[in-house]
């Protein structure tokens, strides 16, 4: 197997007097404390009550070293850091020794060795070593990461709890009965944007704690999803070696170890009518006599937005103790926000871009809301006069529609204000901050001229309110990049991307989202976890008044035939946040 060199201890102690230096003279430090982790914390994340307040054993998952360095990563949280992902290899490399074909070699799936040449092990080793750096440090923002991970872990159903400690310990202690599900983006594949991807996530992880698989998410286009998020805590959802050898070396189609499988959502199976409980129970029957696969690659992805909300209600109907809220349109499960906090942080450097951004806009977590529009989707006229996918493509002239574009702007708006006031009983005179948020950077800089009483555009936004509203934007050159272009963004750098997961990550510390058509903006309306929602726009692109019920919970009656027979009745109460 592959080593990778040690450090040497005297370059990481002059690394860290080096940062320390810069830091201080450059500035790099000077971010508002609000929004920057700046106490000492430790990763024992893994004290999680139950219904009954009861603890689950420290035993049960050996605990993380504790980090002591500060939120920009001190040197004694970056050594220690690199101890434990140096440790991590080690483990699952001795796991795999087992497993895989021998010493030098692996399996083309008919029996054939294939040599490693020196070449393939410098590009193996420069490729694994990218996607998962030593450097990480940890969480350097209050909305997410490791101080996060115990309050949300909280407030999920105990079975996915169970799954997570259970996960966590695959994770660290693998072995050769160790199987895994994979949910992939590969390259030439159809996956959708960031959204798409994850919406399904709760979905996913209920087929694996019910099939006993590890969860892992593994991406290459345009980059692995590690390049813009990493763990919170313990649950690894990253890929693994073994895995990310094969991908390299392109031998996963015929490995005797990976199975490619296309699961049933829903509709229809065969000739007979296929509703989605009986959709999991045939899923997992297939994943189920796939036992010898260590990899089973669940190819999920479906264009049916009432396919992948089926999904997610099998979820809900399995976390909630008598009524759940039914996820209709492109809404995320309510629990996503938590389940995310439990996963996902940003990797540091997309972490520090935020808080320096909001730190710049004068944001702080809870107390500013969010307005986001989409203007490249759904195109409407728009698309019609130009006959382009602007959406992935780009080229969006936004100047050829600014009027149109500034009204529904305008209305994105006076939607967030408005069930702002309505959900917090706030009046008119205390407005927070609007943070405003589209794919089009013209679009965001010409809603911040408005506000600013651009002599070009109506300064009489939202009914006179434009000396109160602070209506916030990002100011950049050029529109955000789509991730899923058809071409994979061949010669793409993942900071290309962080554009977007910036959009995203702030609209999570909103107190309150709205937002129209499509899943990105109800992504961030899903991560602020403020039950506070409200949608401005509709499919054929054109923009509704608010107050409407477009964002109204739904409670549906738990239908306990229709549970998987061997997942316990949820747990959780539902109740209005």
């Known amino acids: ?127 694994y070593e990218a996607r998962r750096p030593v450097n990480y440090t940890k969480s350097a923002l209050t909305m997410y990461g490791n101080h996060r991970v115990k309050e949300s872990m909280n407030r999920l159903p105990q079975w996915l709890r169970e799954y997570f400690v259970w996960h966590a310990e695959q994770r660290r202690n693998p072995t050769e009965n160790t199987r895994y599900l994979v949910s992939v983006c590969l390259n030439g594949g159809r996956c959708g944007g960031t959204s798409d991807r994850l919406r399904g996530l709760p979905y996913l992880l209920l087929v694996a704690y019910i099939t006993q698989r590890v969860l892992i998410i593994k991406w290459t286009k345009p980059h692995d999803l590690s390049e813009f998020l990493m763990p919170a805590g313990d649950v690894d959802w990253r890929s693994t070696f073994e895995l990310d050898e094969m991908l390299l070396d392109g031998v996963v189609a015929h490995s005797q170890s990976v199975e490619k499988f296309s699961p049933i959502m829903a509709g229809r199976c065969g000739k007979s009518s296929c509703p989605v409980h009986k959709a999991l129970q045939d899923n997992v029957r297939k994943i189920n006599t796939l036992s010898a696969k260590r990899y089973v690659i669940f190819e999920y992805y479906t264009k049916s937005i009432e396919q992948l909300n089926d999904c997610n209600n099998l979820f809900q109907l399995h976390s909630y103790r008598y009524r759940y809220p039914s996820v209709s349109k492109w809404e995320f499960v309510d629990l996503f926000g938590d389940i995310f906090r439990v996963m996902f942080e940003p990797v540091p450097r997309l972490a520090h871009a935020i808080n320096a951004t909001m730190n710049t806009l004068g944001l702080e977590e809870g107390k500013y809301v969010s307005a986001h529009v989409r203007s490249r989707y759904p195109i409407g006229k728009m698309g019609r006069k130009t006959k382009r996918n602007m959406d992935k493509e780009g080229g969006f002239d936004f100047f050829s529609m600014k009027n149109d574009f500034l009204a ?22 205390d407005l927070p901050p609007v943070f405003f948020v589209s794919d089009s950077h013209e679009f965001t800089s010409s809603m911040e001229t408005t506000k600013q009483g651009d002599n070009d555009t109506d300064t009489d936004i939202n ?32 900071s290309d991307f962080f554009s977007g997961f910036e959009d995203l990550l702030i609209m999570g510390g909103s107190s309150c989202v709205s937002h129209g058509v499509g899943s990105f ?24 008044s608010c107050p409407n019920d477009r964002a109204d919970t739904i409670l549906v009656d738990v239908n306990r035939t229709h549970m998987f027979g061997n997942v316990a009745i949820g747990d959780t109460n539902w109740t209005l946040v």
Not at 15 to 40: D, E, M, Q, R, W
Not at 416 to 424: A, F, G, T
Not at 482 to 489: F, L, S, V, Y
Request: net charge positive.
């Open 1 to 127: 197997m592959i080593r990778r060199p040690k450090p040497k201890t005297i370059t990481i102690i002059l690394s860290a007097i080096v940062f320390t230096i810069l830091n201080f003279f450059l500035g790099l430090n000077v971010v508002p404390k609000h929004n920057l982790v700046s106490t000492s914390f430790s990763s024992e994340w893994l004290l999680i009550a139950n219904e009954d307040k009861q603890t689950i054993s420290n035993n049960s998952i050996q605990k993380n070293v504790e980090d002591k360095g500060n939120a920009t990563g001190a040197k004694t949280s970056t050594e220690l850091k690199n101890n434990e992902d140096k440790s991590d290899l080690t483990r699952e490399k001795a796991a795999l020794k087992d497993v895989t074909p021998a010493k030098g070699n692996v399996s083309n799936g008919q029996g054939v060795q294939l040599p490693f040449d020196s070449a393939y092990k410098k590009k193996l080793q420069e490729f």
């Open 521 to 544: 903006g109800s992504f961030g309306a899903a991560l602020s976890m403020s039950g506070c929602r409200a949608v401005h726009r509709i499919w054929n692109s054109k923009s509704v």
């Open 463 to 494: 009914n006179g309110w434009s000396s109160q509203l602070d209506i916030k934007g990002i100011e950049r050159n050029e529109e955000p990049l789509h991730i899923d272009r058809d071409d994979g963004w061949p010669g793409s750098q993942p």
């Open 408 to 429: 529904l702007g305008k209305n994105a708006v006076q939607c967030v204000i408005d069930r702002y006031n309505s959900k917090y009983d706030n009046s008119n005179s």
